[in-house]
């Protein structure tokens, strides 16, 4: 299986490589954005290591049904031959109606197939005020013409 781009990465397939992993994950539905990853990649994602498609498809069912109308915008920040470094953050609202601004990190390993073997992610939530949102596109991929991180002084 190969999910290209494929490393070494250059500015232009790193930044394409991130805008697919966007969408992805935009669409929260896990059977999109698991295979991305190696059936062994190692996450570490808040205080949680997981490891493997079943850990990682079960994070991100988790993550889907408390982090409500979810939608992310993630932006390259530096990458290597195989290793790519993004900042992103991410709106949604919990249960209780309370919504939140989520800033991270993330440091990604990919193998020659294109798929990503670690993802080390860091991250804190920021509540905000339902009037404070920025990110307001339908749910799905952000379209194109809405700006980025850097456009929106985040």
């Not at 500015?11 to 935009?26: D, F, H, L, S, V």
């Not at 670690?118 to 749910?139: E, G, M, T």
Request: proline share 7%; aromatic share 12%.
């Amino acid at each position: 299986m190969s999910r290209p781009p494929l490393p070494p990465f250059t500015a232009e397939t790193a930044t394409q490589k991130i805008r697919m992993a966007e969408n992805a994950w935009n669409s929260r539905d896990p059977d999109i954005v698991t295979p991305a990853y190696t059936e062994d990649s190692q996450w570490r994602n808040r205080a949680e290591f997981v490891a493997g498609h079943a850990e990682i498809h079960a994070l991100l069912t988790r993550k889907w049904r408390n982090e409500q109308e979810y939608r992310l915008i993630k932006e390259l920040w530096a990458y290597s031959e195989n290793r790519i470094a993004v900042r992103y953050a991410y709106e949604w609202r919990n249960d209780s109606g309370q919504w939140f601004r989520s800033y991270g990190n993330e440091n990604w390993e990919f193998d020659r197939d294109g798929r990503m073997a670690k993802r080390h992610a860091s991250l804190n939530d920021l509540p905000i005020r339902q009037q404070d949102r920025v990110f307001l596109w339908p749910l799905g991929p952000r379209p194109d013409e809405h700006p980025g991180l850097s456009d929106l002084g985040l």
